[in-house]
């Protein structure tokens, strides 16, 4: 396995927010609460780095205690994290999120002004990187000028381009680039506004529908996550749904970064469309059954465990 992947995005620390026994508007609720390594290209990273890929995150955290235990444990995973920037004087960034008593996403928080420091010119300072890498992956959490460097570069030395939108308010980011994206793995939500439609519910049927919009508009590859329902997928030759297994959802946060990493994996080695979506729906279902954002004894070997 040679893969060398360049992911580029936030790196941020989650709280989660799951109530006991529902929630009463205007006063404090009964809850579980923890925090988290999280941020979609860090995880995406962390994910890669445990099925064994050779990944180097660029990112950004402020100087202080936070960014210094999300570097040290990304590190631990396996992570090059020698290009993310320690920014003196800021806050590293954060995500809460308030969950349901199932543990899928009601709404959430995120700050992620740290990341406007990895600008254009510091990619352009760093392109090397780009131009040893086999694969590219981005996320909606850097400003448009760098993402659009980040295109750039990843067409100039002829790397396959992997883009998470990250959020719905996010995802006019990628409109732009839709025709250079190799994969592009949005939520059902993300891709509804990368389509410029209305997000009408879960639906598979209405998802892989605008999965086949997102070919239209030229992306390679698409893969929408539908949370604690697995995920549809659109390429030039076929499509499919293929549902999530689980025994108890905990917390559905991070299922679509497992995803997009086990993808991501499968096909820099070589694997056919159906078990690189397999692989992806095996990672889904290993992360909605636990509290981290990313399964901390993730493996190749336990993704072929749970391949269905």
Do not use: W
Request: glycine share 10%.
């Amino acid at each position: 396995m040679g893969e060398h992947i360049l992911v580029i995005g936030a790196s941020l620390l989650d709280t989660k927010g799951k109530p006991i026994a529902g929630l009463e508007p205007g006063t404090s609720n009964p809850a579980y609460i923890r925090s988290t390594r999280g941020g979609t290209a860090r995880n995406v990273a962390e994910n890669l780095a445990r099925l064994g890929a050779t990944v180097v995150l660029v990112s950004a955290v402020g100087e202080d205690n936070t960014g210094q235990r999300l570097l040290e444990s990304t590190a631990a995973a396996g992570v090059d994290t020698t290009h993310v920037q320690i920014i003196a004087g800021a806050r590293t960034g954060g995500y809460i999120v308030l969950l349901d008593e199932q543990g899928k996403l009601m709404v959430a928080l995120d700050d992620t002004a740290v990341m406007s420091h990895v600008s254009a010119d510091y990619l352009r300072q760093h392109e090397n990187l780009f131009a040893a890498a086999d694969m590219l992956m981005l996320d909606g959490g850097v400003t448009a000028e760098a993402f659009a460097v980040a295109i750039e570069l990843a067409r100039k030395h002829k790397v396959p381009i992997c883009a998470d939108p990250s959020s719905a308010r996010l995802a006019g980011k990628l409109i732009p680039y839709l025709p250079y994206l190799d994969l592009v793995v949005p939520n059902e939500v993300e891709a509804a506004e990368l389509c410029h439609t209305e997000f009408t519910g879960y639906d598979p049927e209405k998802s892989l529908l605008l999965a086949r919009q997102l070919m239209q508009k030229g992306v390679q590859q698409v893969v929408i996550t539908l949370s604690d329902f697995g995920l549809v997928y659109v390429t030039s030759e076929e499509s499919g749904y293929l549902p999530a297994h689980y025994t108890e959802m905990i917390d559905s946060t991070g299922t679509g970064d497992a995803i997009t990493a086990a993808i991501m994996f499968g096909l820099l080695n070589g694997l056919d469309t159906a078990e690189c979506m397999r692989l992806g729906t095996a990672a889904a279902s290993l992360t909605l059954q636990i509290g981290e954002t990313v399964v901390p004894d993730l493996s190749l070997d336990m993704l072929y465990e749970h391949l269905l």
